[in-house]
């Protein structure tokens, strides 16, 4: 769920859905550390002196939003101020003043919104991932752990798959196509050999678990090579699908000699640096401003055909918790967030269109417009809405506000 708002609203929400999150008194004395960190990410990074990126954004934020403000700019940068303000708060709730995160320490800052009890032990506990009860909790919050592909798949899990390897780094895997062809199986059995697994080329739950550990969504798998790849309740061939996958077919929208596009990937867009923050002409609400399909009169945009076009209403989220809860730094599939990004209704805009956004007035997205890619959802953003991945600070998200937009749908 991706929610803009300002810190002391944000905090109001998440008083008014405690009692919910942690299930009472009486649920609260059996929710133990381990399984917290199962569930919430933040809690299994490791954040020190020197530590670079979103996590680190999300670590300053929350620290600013309980009071510590000596931790400076939340510029993602682990610097002194930071370290001293993790030292203020590990020192008030009763820890050695390390500078360095636990998961324990992380349990007693997300407590601080509401989100989990306080952490009641004297020592970190140990992530331990091995068991069948702890894969089938991994399974159960990530789908993509529970996706069988191999050659010849087809869909939006494949084109995961393939953006998954091309982050880590195995760039043989060829174009996010969607299509599980030869090279695609090439590069996952490379990843395989490299991670202990018999190079099978089909994923596993386990394949699947150290895939989304590179991206620090999971603790590494640390038991035995399962060869066997089925999952329960997923008979069949697992991902069939010939759902949109950023390759839309044209419409009558189009004309036939629309150009071709070379082969390549969206994402990441290439998005300036951005400025100080700026406070942006905003609507007075999200239920404002011109919305619905029309007809375009633009045929073509960066040689993609024009498949659809809507006046949408916009707002923006941020890699933080205070933007993106509960997802931080991660899109609502376990994807790292990334410049371009724009949540949308998958009713109105099938997720893995290309899409071109223009209309809006912010000092950190590209004048004028951006190419980009529908990749992520959000339970406000439905209909003539979507939500705008920033990757700044809260107040730079913040200062967008809610925007009138125009959204072009392409084709390949």
């Given at each position: 769920m991706h929610i803009s708002m300002k810190s002391a609203a944000w905090m109001g929400a998440l008083a008014l859905v405690a009692p919910a999150l942690v299930g009472g008194a009486s649920q609260a004395a059996t929710v133990t550390t381990a399984s917290l960190t199962a569930q919430h990410p933040a809690m299994r990074q490791v954040l020190q002196y020197g530590s670079q990126g979103h996590w680190v954004m999300t670590l300053q934020a929350d620290l600013a939003l309980l009071g510590y403000t000596q931790v400076g700019p939340m510029d993602?940068?682990?610097?002194?101020?930071?370290?001293?303000?993790?030292?203020?708060?590990?020192?008030?709730?009763?820890?050695?003043?390390?500078?360095?995160?636990?998961?324990?320490?992380?349990?007693?800052?997300?407590?601080?919104?509401?989100?989990?009890?306080?952490?009641?032990?004297?020592?970190?506990?140990?992530?331990?991932?091995?068991?069948?009860?702890?894969?089938?909790?991994?399974?159960?919050?990530?789908?993509?752990?529970?996706?069988?592909?191999?050659?010849?798949?087809?869909?939006?899990?494949?084109?995961?798959?393939?953006?998954?390897?091309?982050?880590?780094?195995?760039?043989?895997?060829?174009?996010?196509?969607?299509?599980?062809?030869?090279?695609?199986?090439?590069?996952?059995?490379?990843?395989?050999?490299?991670?202990?697994?018999?190079?099978?080329?089909?994923?596993?739950?386990?394949?699947?678990?150290?895939?989304?550990?590179?991206?620090?969504?999971?603790?590494?798998?640390?038991?035995?090579?399962?060869?066997?790849?089925?999952?329960?309740?997923?008979?069949?061939?697992?991902?069939?699908?010939?759902?949109?996958?950023?390759?839309?077919?044209?419409?009558?929208?189009?004309?036939?000699?629309?150009?071709?596009?070379?082969?390549?990937?969206?994402?990441?867009a290439k998005f300036p640096t951005g400025g100080p923050a700026v406070e942006e002409p905003s609507l007075p609400s999200a239920s404002a401003g011109v919305r619905g399909q029309f007809t375009p009169s633009t045929k073509t945009i960066d040689g993609r055909p024009v498949l659809k076009a809507y006046h949408m209403v916009a707002t923006a989220y941020g890699p933080s918790l205070a933007d993106n809860y509960p997802y931080g730094p991660v899109d609502a599939f376990g994807q790292p967030l990334e410049d371009g990004m724009v949540a949308v209704d998958p009713s109105v805009i099938p997720l893995h269109s290309v899409v071109y956004v223009t209309g809006y007035q912010d000092n950190y997205l590209p004048s004028g417009g951006f190419l980009g890619q529908a990749m992520d959802t959000g339970g406000a953003i439905k209909g003539d809405r979507v939500d705008i991945f920033i990757n700044a600070s809260p107040t730079v998200v913040g200062d967008f506000g809610v925007q009138q937009v125009t959204i072009y749908v392409l084709g390949q």
């Open positions: 993602g940068m682990f610097g002194p101020k930071t370290e001293g303000a993790l030292k203020a708060f590990q020192q008030r709730h009763g820890f050695t003043a390390t500078g360095v995160t636990s998961p324990a320490v992380w349990q007693d800052i997300l407590s601080g919104f509401g989100l989990m009890p306080p952490y009641q032990g004297t020592a970190p506990v140990a992530i331990t991932t091995h068991s069948a009860d702890a894969m089938a909790s991994l399974m159960a919050q990530h789908p993509a752990m529970r996706q069988v592909l191999q050659y010849g798949s087809q869909g939006h899990w494949v084109m995961t798959l393939q953006a998954d390897l091309a982050l880590l780094g195995y760039s043989q895997v060829g174009p996010m196509d969607g299509i599980f062809g030869a090279k695609t199986v090439v590069a996952l059995k490379a990843f395989q050999q490299r991670h202990g697994f018999t190079a099978t080329g089909v994923t596993s739950p386990a394949v699947w678990q150290d895939i989304l550990s590179g991206f620090g969504l999971v603790p590494p798998y640390q038991g035995s090579d399962p060869i066997a790849t089925t999952t329960a309740g997923n008979s069949g061939p697992a991902t069939t699908q010939t759902t949109t996958t950023g390759s839309i077919t044209p419409t009558t929208t189009t004309t036939s000699t629309a150009p071709s596009v070379p082969a390549g990937p969206v994402l990441p």
